[in-house]
C-alpha cells in the first residue's frame, strides 16, 4: 500500500482507535511457495494495543497455508468515499481538467499467527468474542465442553507491524479541505459523515 506522508498515520494511537471501533476484515494468508493468498473475510476482536483473535470453520481453506507459514496481514479499511473531480480541483484551476479521488482509512497489521486447538482457550475466545459482539444478548456462557467447538479452529494474532493509511485530503489547503468538508456534509452520502470527520481532524489547527 502507497502511504504518501501526509496520509501517514500521525501516532500509533490514530490506527488503534480506527481498530477499536470496527470487527470486521480480510485475514489474508500467503503460505510457501503459492501462486495466491487465501483472502478470509471475517468478524475479529482487537485489545486495543497488539493481539487480534478470530475463528474460523474448519473446513476453511486458510489453514494449509497458517500451518506452512504462520503469517498473516489483516486488512481492515473503512470510511470510504468518491470525491469527484471538480470538488478536487485546486483552488483557481479549471474544474474541467480535474482529477476525482477517494478518500478513505486503511490499516493493514503484519502478524505472527497462533492456531488455537485447546478447548478451554477456544471456549474464552468465543465469550470474548460474545462479549464484544452482543454484550446484552442473554445467552448460556461458552465452556470448554461446548458441542460446536470441535467444528472451529481459532486463531490469536500478534501485531508485528503496521501500515496505516488515512487519505483525506492531506495534500490539500486547510482552506481547500474546509470546502471540501463542506461538499462532503452537503451531499451527505452513507459514509460522508464519516470521511469528512478524518478531514477535519487532521487539519493542523495551526495552519487554520
Known sequence: ???HP???AATD????G???ERDFGQLVAPGRGRDLPVVVPTHFTFDGAATVWLHLARPNPVWPLLEEHPRALL???GDYVYVPSDWNANPGTDVTRGVPTSYYAAVQLACDVRIVDD?????????????HFQPDVEREPVTETDRELPG????????TSVTAKFKFGGNKTPGHRQELAARLAG???PLDAAARAHLLRRIDPADS
Open 1 to 3: 500500500m502507497l502511504v
Open 6 to 8: 501526509w496520509d501517514a
Open 13 to 16: 494511537e490514530e490506527w488503534r
Open 18 to 20: 480506527f481498530l477499536r
Open 75 to 77: 486488512s481492515v479499511i
Open 119 to 131: 478447548r478451554a482457550e477456544k471456549a474464552a475466545l468465543l465469550r470474548r468474542q460474545l462479549g
Open 152 to 159: 472451529i479452529r481459532g486463531i490469536e494474532l500478534t501485531v
Open 187 to 189: 451531499r451527505g452520502g
